[in-house]
């Protein structure tokens, strides 16, 4: 990839996790990174990150100085940070909205006439390269544009190109799902504890457990239920443990959780 400069407006937790990512990736040295926010709390942790160099005090330069210009605010202020910023934007730019809920119509119409723009729901573990994202085109984006995003967010993940509407199921699965997932580290963790096992023991084994079991579904490819059938022993621990689950609804609360999620994506379009 040529070298590029990458923008972030607001320099938040998301901002900051795909930021590293990027750098960690060598996608991007730190001198290839800007960023604002009026937040001087989030200027300076990013500042820490990747040097003093990064910060800029408008989101103007950061448009005006970004190949590629990542709109990492809260839903709620994504189409006025692109009016202010609407003058630096031109053909020639890549805008990479990662706001939940916000619709592309909403951002090309703040963004201006024939700016390319990708629509993108990230995750935190892209921190970690661990990822799991989904982007959508924007009407100017061409598939070129889709590739460099593509390039971006496969360096700190897996990225999936899906159609727009299907992006309030990607917030509500991957995009929330690690706030649901570290609910269950947290859960077998205690469950460790209860049954005697130190603190740190325990959050260390459930962590591992549950990272484990998913390389088990992405490495082999077998279906969830083979693998949970392959651990399952007659009359030994696991279905007596499994026989709790069903009874206290873990599946119907996950799925509650993940439908509540999506649907609250598409209530902040
Ligand atoms: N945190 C997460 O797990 C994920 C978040 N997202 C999306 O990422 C976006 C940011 O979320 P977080 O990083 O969690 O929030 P955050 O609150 O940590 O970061 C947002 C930042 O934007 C800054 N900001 C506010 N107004 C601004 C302005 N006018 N100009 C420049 N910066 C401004 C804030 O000061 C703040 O530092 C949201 O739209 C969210 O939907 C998407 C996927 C996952
Ligand atoms: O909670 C939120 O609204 C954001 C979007 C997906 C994850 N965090």
């Known amino acids: 990839m040529p070298q590029q400069t990458i923008g972030f407006i607001g ?23 800007r960023a604002s926010d009026p937040s001087a709390e989030a200027l300076a942790y990013f500042a820490d ?29 994504v189409e006025s940070v ?27 119409a703040a963004a201006g006439d024939g700016v390319p723009v990708v629509r993108v729901m990230p995750n935190t573990p892209c921190l970690v390269g661990s990822g799991a994202c989904a982007y959508a085109l924007g009407s100017a984006a061409t598939a070129e544009h889709g590739g460099r995003v593509a390039e971006l ?17 990607v917030t509500g699965l991957s995009g929330s799902g690690p706030a649901f997932i570290y609910t269950v580290i947290e859960s077998l963790a205690d469950g460790g504890v209860r049954a005697g096992l130190p603190r740190a ?4 084994l459930a962590a591992r ?3 484990g079991a998913a390389q088990m579904v ?13 651990v ?11 026989a709790e689950l069903e009874k206290n609804g873990l599946r119907s609360a996950l799925v509650e959780a993940v439908t509540a999620a999506a649907r609250r994506s598409a209530e902040l379009a």
């Open 209 to 211: 457990t549950v990272a």
């Open 232 to 242: 399952t022993s007659p009359g030994g621990t696991t279905i007596a443990g499994l």
């Open 153 to 169: 967010l496969g360096a700190v993940g897996a990225a999936h190109e899906v159609a727009e509407p299907l992006l309030d199921a």
């Open 11 to 33: 320099a938040g937790r998301m901002a900051q996790a795909l930021a590293k990512g990027f750098v960690s990736a060598g996608l991007v040295g730190a001198d290839g990174l």
């Open 218 to 230: 992405l490495q082999t490819g077998e279906h969830p239920a083979a693998l949970r059938d392959a």
């Open 82 to 108: 692109l009016a202010e910023v609407r003058k630096s934007l031109d053909a020639k730019k890549l805008v990479v909205s990662i706001a939940a809920g916000t619709t592309l119509r909403k951002i090309e």
């Open 49 to 77: 990150l990747f040097g003093k160099g990064a910060g800029r005090e408008s989101n103007t330069q950061v448009a005006q100085e970004s190949d590629v210009l990542f709109v990492a605010t809260k839903p709620q202020y």
């Open 201 to 204: 023991l325990a959050a260390d």
